[in-house]
């Protein structure tokens, strides 16, 4: 049986799990697998997990240990809770609290510049329609990328829609994003392609985002999750309701002259 297949299987369907914790773990589980040579998965005992972790500490932060043995946790406790082993192997183990990294932020003004960065060729306005979606939704990454043409036509682009485990989740977004994410569609190359950004992945927005902000002159080194925290502190000023955090997200925009065209 493939107890690992299984577990990440489950796991997504139970909505436990996103696309980037899936990739995560199967890393994390093919690393260890490749330690252990050849041992069976329930076989494997304390000792077994500290050698492994003394190995890590060779290549790898604390930090990246601390995920890696994580995601081994989280494995044999649904072997566990399946009762295909009897122990957690690393039931004695504890690993250090990991100091919390300062919290990074990027200012408005500092996205516009960003924003400006994209310019004006096919790339450049398909990552500009990421950044801001990211902004007005606080979806992570991973769900603007899965985002397919049909499903905005059926709610008008008005609507972001995604699909957690059984739960389906709606964010609203402003008209001149809607507006032009509706143009954008309509000049895409590949018009059979579903999704409407197409085959760029999570890392490759990653490295453009970081490219535009060298570019734009800001000295610290952002990331995309950065947005998401713009997104976060508006909403958190204005509740649940939607009306008012759009209209908030329009002021921000006009007041640094995004959508002002």
């Known amino acids: 049986m493939d107890f690992v297949k299984e577990f990440l299987e ?16 199967q890393r994390d589980l093919k690393d ?24 890590l500490k060779k290549k790898y932060s604390d930090r990246s240990i601390y995920r890696k043995v994580s995601s081994l946790k989280s494995f044999y406790r649904y072997l566990l809770q399946k ?15 990991l100091q919390k990294a300062p919290l990074k932020i990027l200012e408005l003004q500092e996205l516009n510049r960003v924003l400006e960065q994209c310019g004006d060729s ?17 979806l992570k990454i991973n ?4 985002i397919e ?17 059984k739960r ?4 609203p977004i402003s008209e001149k994003l809607g507006s032009d994410l509706k143009n954008y569609i309509e000049m895409l190359k590949n018009p059979e392609e579903k999704r409407v950004f197409g085959q760029l992945s999570r890392q490759g927005f990653r490295a453009r985002f970081i490219s535009y902000g060298k570019k734009a002159g800001i000295k610290q080194e952002i990331s995309p999750n950065m947005i998401k925290r713009i997104s976060i502190e508006i909403k958190d000023k204005h509740g649940n309701d939607d009306i008012s955090f759009i209209e908030k997200i329009r002021e921000a925009y006009m007041k640094i002259g995004i959508g002002d065209d």
């Open 83 to 97: 009762r295909i082993i009897d122990f957690m192997p690393m039931k004695e183990i504890e690993l250090p609290k």
């Open 10 to 25: 489950t796991s997504k369907e139970n909505g436990k799990i996103t696309d980037t914790t899936h990739e995560m773990y």
């Open 32 to 55: 260890f697998k490749e330690f252990i040579r050849g041992k069976e998965w329930i076989d494997v005992d304390n000792d077994d997990i500290l050698k492994y972790i003394e190995e």
């Open 143 to 146: 769900d603007i990328l899965e």
């Open 149 to 165: 043409k049909d499903m905005l036509e059926t709610y008008e682009y008005k609507n972001i829609t995604t699909t957690k485990g």
């Open 168 to 171: 389906v989740y709606s964010e």
């Open 122 to 138: 096919f790339e450049g306005k398909r990552d500009s329609l990421v950044i801001r979606l990211l902004c007005e939704t606080g």
